[in-house]
């Protein structure tokens, strides 16, 4: 079973940048697409941005275009977001999940696995 914890999150003023992290274990990590999404409140599920499972692609046309950036590291079983320039509407709980097809795509309902999440809080 697959299993991913998302760390990272927090209250940053808007302006500021955060650095999530995703940390994967129970599975072969190397072989699968990663996606970020994020729910706000009273909101539907957003997609932010995916990556391929070797790294070589990497989608970015969700809501933090221009300003979020994913990468991963296969060494480490870890998948990353940083984010920057934020405002108060990135205010949500970012999840990861992943795709066992190792493709990373914005469709949420192609990813197999989800973590909990992590709160990211924007203050104006």
């Known amino acids: 079973q697959v299993q991913l914890v998302e760390s990272g999150g927090g209250l940053v003023q808007a302006g500021g940048s955060l650095r999530l992290s995703c940390a994967a274990s129970?599975?072969?990590?190397?072989?699968?697409?990663m996606g970020w999404f994020r729910q706000a409140p009273g909101k539907e599920r957003e997609f932010v941005a995916a990556?391929?499972?070797?790294?070589?692609?990497?989608y970015d046309t969700g809501s933090g275009k221009g300003r979020f950036t994913i990468s991963r590291d296969n060494a480490k079983n870890t998948v990353y977001l940083q984010m920057n320039s934020l405002t108060p509407e990135d205010t949500a709980v970012y999840h990861c999940?992943?795709?066992?097809?190792?493709?990373?795509?914005?469709?949420?309902?192609?990813?197999?696995?989800w973590g909990q999440g992590t709160q990211v809080t924007v203050s104006s």
């Open positions: 999940a992943a795709d066992q097809r190792g493709a990373g795509t914005s469709a949420h309902k192609r990813y197999d696995y």
């Open positions: 129970g599975g072969t990590f190397r072989s699968y697409g």
């Open positions: 990556i391929s499972w070797s790294g070589a692609r990497t």
